[in-house]
């Protein structure tokens, strides 16, 4: 599938996540839509009456400062020839995801910056409700300052599971453009998902793509055992399944994917 719809998800503190969505909007010739979320209090709390011009006033307050910045955002990519609008999503305050997953599904690509522990906002919450409700893949990109977009070296997290050939189906687009792939799997002795790994090499073959696979011995965390690789690798882009597990019809995160979340260097894609 092309990507050919993308929409990235920007805050009051993003960084880094707009220009990279914008670079790749500009290599897949993808149309780019700007969403920001703001938090409407007087749906969600009952409020005494003398206090709602007020808090009528703060919403407002704020739904402008969000469209200013996405309008300014749209414009500095319509001036390098992106095609670009925005949009700006009211949500239940305390219940973000429950707007974003929907939000998604109407597009080929999400963008969002990782969380940031010194910053307050739901990028968290934001990612799992990508992952787990939208049924579309997550670009998940540093909040620490990137190289200059490029897209040389990709590796894929494999363990040969349904999640993860989600994850490089998804990333087809990107891995057709790389000029070296990797299928890296974590694990102290052979094992199935080994086997499948070298099968996929012959499967990215048939679709043009060169690829080689590689077997890691786990050092610490699987986690960490492939962001060490990674960095060491000079990597652009990581690919790989988006777990996790339901609590009460919600989904929370698994051990792995919440680390690399937390932990990451380099963008990651993911998909659940």
Known sequence: MAIKDIVVVLDTSS??????????????KAHLT????????????TW?????????SVIEATREEARQT?????????ALGITAETEVIEVTLGLPGRALGPLARRFDLAVIEQPNPDAQNDRE???????????????????????????ETVLIAWDGSATAARALGDAMPFLARAKQ???????????????????????????????????????????STLLSHAFDAQADLMVMGGYGHS???????????REVLETMTLPVLMSH
């Open 15 to 28: 960084r880094t996540v707009g220009p990279y969505a914008t670079s790749l909007a500009a290599l897949f």
């Open 34 to 45: 700007a969403t920001m979320l703001v938090h409407d209090p007087i749906t969600s709390v």
């Open 48 to 56: 005494p009456e003398a206090s709602i011009p007020l808090l009528t």
């Open 70 to 78: 996405l309008e300014a955002f749209a414009t500095t990519s319509r």
């Open 125 to 151: 919450i934001m990612a799992e409700s990508v992952l787990f409700e939208s049924g579309r893949p997550a670009l998940i990109v540093p909040y620490v300052a990137l190289t200059p977009f490029r897209l």
């Open 181 to 223: 792939v990797e299928i890296l799997t974590v694990a102290d002795e052979p094992s199935e998902a080994e086997a499948s790994g070298q099968q996929m090499v012959r499967h990215l073959e048939r679709h043009g793509v060169a690829a080689q696979f590689r077997g890691l011995p786990r050092a610490g965390g699987i986690a």
């Open 247 to 257: 609590r009460m019809r919600e989904f929370i995160l698994g051990g792995a994917t």
